[in-house]
């Protein structure tokens, strides 16, 4: 089962879903997925994390493993400190950490992505299952006074927390780079929380791995193509089965009864329609299979799709005979309904290691920034675990260090890198990440793709920003942002050739260089509201880098000016509104203004400081809400006396007047009293 936030806000759970197959055999120096991601090719070439320190802010560390082995200067654990017991040896009792600090610098049988970098234990929870927020920010703030280079967090809920996301803000401008779980709250969207939705964290989520239980499947019913996911214990398809859909009901032996099945693909509901039944995967699959049946669909008995398993409960001998996947239940539904017309279609099961988990958290966070920012292997993953044991464990905690590691290893190639450096390094080189039909995944769901670490130690360009979002509308249908592009070693910047690709044809890309910058100009033809994604890929006939591009078009218009530390509004909207929400907050921060403004009343809010300002407009219209975006920079602003309207949150006139009152009342008690 995959964990869920089941308590109060302020409690995180460490974001694992474990498949555990312990063995007490000696493993491969490097996994499948440390391979996948690359990490033999910089380890060829002398980088082994070597003088980097890394916090690891999890379950504590099994500092008696073999391949972890040893507690203080001299033990492959150098410190840390366990605030469930407060004591200074964070020993692990329930194996995440273990398994976290294993993929990132376990040295041994085994060997980690960054296996001679210093490892930091800061002891968190017990259980795994629970983390107080109070500890994870104690934790952080230690961290700093241990001058950590790196800290991996694999916590996360689909929850915010402000105090904690000021914690890892905090760290990033010590230089320390946070590298944070997108969590398993997936495959519904706008499901990433704290600490992952922080702007200036590294939020990773989880791909498939490189073994041969890395499978995807496809369902395509006539010209469409369904999303669906092959349940565990189904196997690689030789050929794709086809067959008509037949639906089943709950997949029982009474609800088969005097249906013909033989050959077809059925169709059944998850469950069962009698209180307290439990028809499980297995049954439906042996019922379907013993009928004659070709393929079998589970359709979900709530909304969303699920991943389910085929198996027996206390049982060794069961064996699928036939695929079966699973699908959402409105797709189900449809299914079901289209079945009544003899209905076929063609399914298909097979190996493709770069797809993201189903399990793994999704975005968007905010309108402003991509979220997560990147994917690494995350299913299946060997490690090490408590008992000088190994084990496959599943979870956006399991991707999360194997970013780490890698950053590990760039840092040591690259000692003076800051921590957005850091982020654009590892993000512009991924690979693309694709879905079970060949279609890159939106980057609210894969970022700018797989880990690469082979090509992010070759690159040599830092590309400010690393993503890019256009506010365009019906008003302004051409936005213009500018990529700054620095040099690793210095060296002058090749000729470059950029391209853009994305899923909306009506986009226009343009660009031209200059000096050390890539100006992008990207052109809406068609005025469809809505968001759309893709990318712009860079070569420097070294890199091919990859940008995450978000466009938003609008019907409405949000303009913003500047007249020192006062920033005023307006909207161009193509319809009568009637009021809007203005929304203020600078680039990365947490704090907010906000102020409502009509077609004949504009308001202004005050700034102190210049820098890049996110501005989200919510319309009224009618009786539904419309939004517009708008991203100000402010080069200059004069000190001014503070602004006691937007301090009291009182409108000046009503100011004066509750002065004016308080005053004559002091002026009357005064005089009584004399």
Same mark, same amino acid.
């Given at each position: 089962?995959?964990?869920?936030?089941?308590?109060?806000?302020?409690?995180?759970?460490?974001?694992?879903?474990?498949?555990?197959?312990?063995?007490?055999?000696?493993?491969?120096?490097?996994?499948? *997925?440390?391979?996948?991601?690359?990490?033999?090719?910089?380890?060829?070439?002398?980088?082994?994390?070597?003088?980097?320190?890394?916090?690891?802010?999890?379950?504590?560390?099994?500092?008696?493993?073999?391949?972890?082995?040893?507690?203080?200067?001299?033990?492959?654990?150098?410190?840390?400190?366990? !605030?469930?017991?407060?004591?200074?040896?964070?020993?692990?009792?329930?194996?995440?950490?273990?398994?976290?600090?294993?993929?990132?610098?376990?040295?041994?049988?085994?060997?980690?992505?960054?296996?001679?970098?210093?490892?930091?234990? !800061?002891?968190?929870?017990?259980?795994?299952?629970?983390?107080?927020?109070?500890?994870?920010?104690?934790?952080?703030?230690?961290?700093?006074?241990?001058?950590?280079?790196?800290?991996?967090?694999?916590?996360?809920?689909?929850?915010?927390?402000?105090?904690?996301?000021?914690?890892?803000?905090?760290?990033?401008?010590?230089?320390?780079?946070?590298?944070?779980?997108?969590?398993?709250?997936?495959?519904?969207?706008?499901?990433?929380?704290?600490?992952?939705?922080?702007?200036?964290?590294?939020?990773?989520?989880?791909?498939?791995?490189?073994?041969?239980?890395?499978?995807?499947?496809?369902?395509?019913?006539?010209?469409?193509?369904?999303?669906?996911?092959? %349940?565990?214990?189904?196997?690689?398809?030789?050929?794709?089965?086809?067959?008509?859909?037949?639906?089943?009901?709950?997949?029982?032996?009474?609800?088969?009864?005097?249906?013909?099945?033989?050959?077809?693909?059925?169709?059944?509901?998850?469950?069962?329609?009698?209180?307290?039944?439990?028809?499980?995967?297995?049954?439906?699959?042996?019922?379907?299979?013993?009928?004659?049946?070709?393929?079998?669909?589970?359709?979900?008995?709530?909304?969303?799709?699920?991943?389910?398993?085929?198996?027996?409960?206390?049982?060794?001998?069961?064996?699928?005979?036939?695929?079966?996947?699973?699908?959402?239940?409105?797709?189900?539904?449809?299914?079901?309904? %289209?079945?009544?017309?003899?209905?076929?279609?063609?399914?298909?099961?097979?190996?493709?290691?770069?797809?993201?988990?189903?399990?793994?958290?999704?975005?968007?966070?905010?309108?402003?920034?991509?979220?997560?920012?990147?994917?690494?292997?995350?299913? !299946?993953?060997?490690?090490?675990?408590?008992?000088?044991? !190994?084990?496959?464990?599943?979870?956006?905690?399991?991707?999360?260090?194997?970013?780490?590691?890698?950053?590990?290893?760039?840092?040591?190639?690259?000692?003076?890198?800051?921590?957005?450096?850091?982020?654009?390094?590892?993000?512009?080189?991924?690979?693309?990440?694709?879905?079970? #039909?060949?279609?890159?995944?939106?980057?609210?769901?894969?970022?700018?793709?797989?880990?690469?670490?082979?090509?992010?130690?070759?690159?040599?360009?830092?590309?400010?920003?690393?993503?890019?979002?256009?506010?365009?509308?019906?008003?302004?249908?051409?936005?213009?942002?500018?990529?700054?592009?620095?040099?690793?070693?210095?060296?002058?910047?090749?000729?470059?050739?950029?391209?853009?690709?994305?899923?909306?044809?009506?986009?226009?890309?343009?660009?031209?260089? *200059?000096?050390?910058?890539?100006?992008?100009?990207?052109?809406?033809?068609?005025?469809?509201?809505?968001?759309?994604?893709?990318?712009?890929?860079?070569?420097?006939?070294?890199?091919?880098?990859?940008?995450?591009?978000?466009?938003?078009?609008?019907?409405?218009?949000?303009?913003?000016?500047?007249?020192?530390?006062?920033?005023?509004?307006?909207?161009?909207?193509?319809?009568?509104?009637?009021?809007?929400?203005?929304?203020?907050?600078?680039?990365?921060?947490?704090?907010?203004?906000?102020?409502?403004?009509?077609?004949?009343?504009?308001?202004?809010?005050?700034?102190?400081?210049?820098?890049?300002?996110?501005?989200?407009?919510?319309?009224?219209?009618?009786?539904?809400?419309?939004?517009?975006?708008?991203?100000?920079?402010?080069?200059?602003?004069?000190?001014?006396?503070?602004?006691?309207?937007?301090?009291?949150?009182?409108?000046?006139?009503?100011?004066?007047?509750?002065?004016?009152?308080?005053?004559?009342?002091?002026?009357? #008690?005064?005089?009584?009293?004399?």
């Amino acid at each position: 089962m995959l964990e869920k936030f089941l308590v109060f806000s302020l409690v995180f759970v460490l974001c694992i879903t474990c498949f555990i197959v312990t063995s007490n055999e000696e493993q491969n120096t490097l996994s499948s *997925s440390i391979k996948l991601v690359g990490a033999q090719i910089p380890k060829q070439n002398g980088l082994d994390g070597q003088g980097i320190k890394i916090g690891i802010i999890d379950t504590g560390v099994d500092f008696d493993h073999p391949d972890l082995h040893g507690y203080g200067k001299s033990g492959r654990i150098a410190g840390g400190y366990d !605030y469930v017991n407060t004591d200074k040896r964070p020993i692990d009792v329930n194996g995440h950490g273990t398994e976290v600090a294993g993929i990132i610098g376990a040295n041994g049988s085994f060997s980690g992505m960054a296996p001679r970098s210093q490892l930091f234990s !800061y002891k968190v929870s017990s259980t795994g299952e629970a983390v107080s927020s109070e500890y994870i920010i104690q934790a952080i703030s230690r961290a700093i006074e241990d001058k950590m280079n790196i800290v991996n967090i694999s916590l996360g809920v689909n929850r915010t927390n402000d105090e904690l996301e000021n914690a890892v803000d905090e760290a990033v401008k010590k230089g320390i780079v946070i590298v944070t779980a997108a969590g398993n709250n997936g495959p519904d969207d706008m499901t990433i929380g704290s600490p992952g939705r922080d702007f200036n964290v590294i939020t990773v989520g989880a791909s498939y791995n490189n073994i041969t239980s890395s499978l995807v499947s496809t369902l395509e019913v006539g010209s469409k193509q369904y999303n669906v996911i092959p %349940m565990l214990g189904t196997d690689v398809l030789q050929n794709p089965v086809k067959g008509k859909i037949v639906y089943g009901g709950y997949g029982r032996v009474k609800d088969l009864q005097g249906i013909d099945v033989k050959d077809s693909i059925l169709l059944e509901q998850r469950g069962s329609d009698t209180k307290g039944e439990k028809v499980f995967f297995s049954e439906k699959e042996k019922n379907a299979a013993d009928r004659g049946a070709r393929g079998l669909i589970v359709y979900n008995n709530q909304s969303g799709v699920f991943f389910g398993e085929l198996r027996v409960p206390n049982s060794t001998n069961y064996q699928p005979r036939i695929p079966v996947i699973s699908i959402s239940g409105n797709d189900g539904l449809e299914l079901k309904s %289209m079945s009544k017309n003899n209905t076929s279609g063609t399914l298909n099961i097979f190996y493709h290691p770069d797809f993201v988990a189903p399990f793994s958290s999704r975005g968007p966070v905010s309108p402003f920034y991509v979220k997560p920012d990147l994917v690494a292997p995350g299913v !299946y993953v060997n490690t090490t675990s408590l008992g000088g044991k !190994y084990n496959l464990t599943s979870g956006t905690s399991i991707a999360t260090p194997h970013v780490t590691g890698a950053i590990a290893l760039l840092l040591q190639e690259h000692p003076n890198l800051s921590p957005s450096s850091v982020i654009s390094l590892v993000t512009t080189t991924t690979d693309p990440v694709t879905d079970a #039909y060949g279609k890159e995944f939106s980057i609210s769901i894969a970022g700018s793709g797989r880990l690469n670490v082979t090509r992010a130690s070759s690159a040599d360009l830092i590309i400010s920003p690393h993503s890019l979002v256009f506010n365009l509308s019906y008003g302004n249908p051409s936005g213009t942002r500018v990529l700054h592009l620095h040099s690793i070693d210095d060296t002058a910047i090749p000729k470059l050739k950029a391209h853009f690709s994305s899923s909306n044809p009506h986009l226009v890309f343009n660009y031209t260089t *200059s000096n050390n910058t890539l100006s992008v100009q990207i052109t809406d033809n068609a005025k469809n509201p809505g968001d759309s994604d893709g990318f712009i890929t860079i070569d420097d006939s070294r890199t091919v880098y990859r940008i995450p591009v978000l466009i938003h078009v609008t019907k409405g218009t949000l303009e913003a000016s500047q007249n020192n530390t006062q920033i005023s509004f307006s909207i161009d909207y193509p319809g009568k509104w009637s009021y809007a929400k203005i929304s203020l907050a600078k680039a990365g921060s947490h704090d907010t203004k906000t102020i409502g403004i009509t077609p004949q009343d504009s308001k202004t809010i005050s700034i102190n400081s210049a820098g890049e300002y996110w501005i989200q407009a919510d319309i009224k219209v009618e009786n539904e809400t419309d939004h517009a975006y708008k991203t100000l920079v402010i080069d200059n602003v004069i000190e001014s006396y503070p602004d006691i309207e937007e301090i009291l949150q009182i409108p000046i006139k009503q100011t004066i007047i509750i002065f004016s009152i308080l005053a004559i009342a002091v002026i009357v #008690y005064l005089v009584k009293r004399r």
